[in-house]
């Protein structure tokens, strides 16, 4: 059931619309290193930067798909890890380590 409630209701087509904007959770995985390794790889400093999801990956689509660098912001290698929908469901359903490591996993692979 919606919490916004129009009157008149609105067409069928403009609630499908709005229905399939997707926004909704997003979870976020903080990470602090010891530095910015990312930077060094990336040549530059980007201050964004993410995957596309692998095929042969089991994860939910979305899984650590955007990292956001933090270092500018909080003078500290800090990366934030984005996780939509499922893939933040799943990670808020499981324990903070398992969540952790899967993260930097990905990091792993990426870098």
Known sequence: DSAVQFEPP????????????GFGRLEKVVLRFGNNFWRTRMGGENLFFG???????????????WFVDMGDATGMPILVALLPAKAGAAADASPDRETVERCLSVLRRLF
């Open 10 to 21: 609105l067409p069928a087509a403009k609630r499908s619309a709005i229905e399939a904007l």
């Open 51 to 65: 995957r596309t999801r692998d095929p042969r990956d089991e994860a939910p689509r979305g899984d650590f798909f």
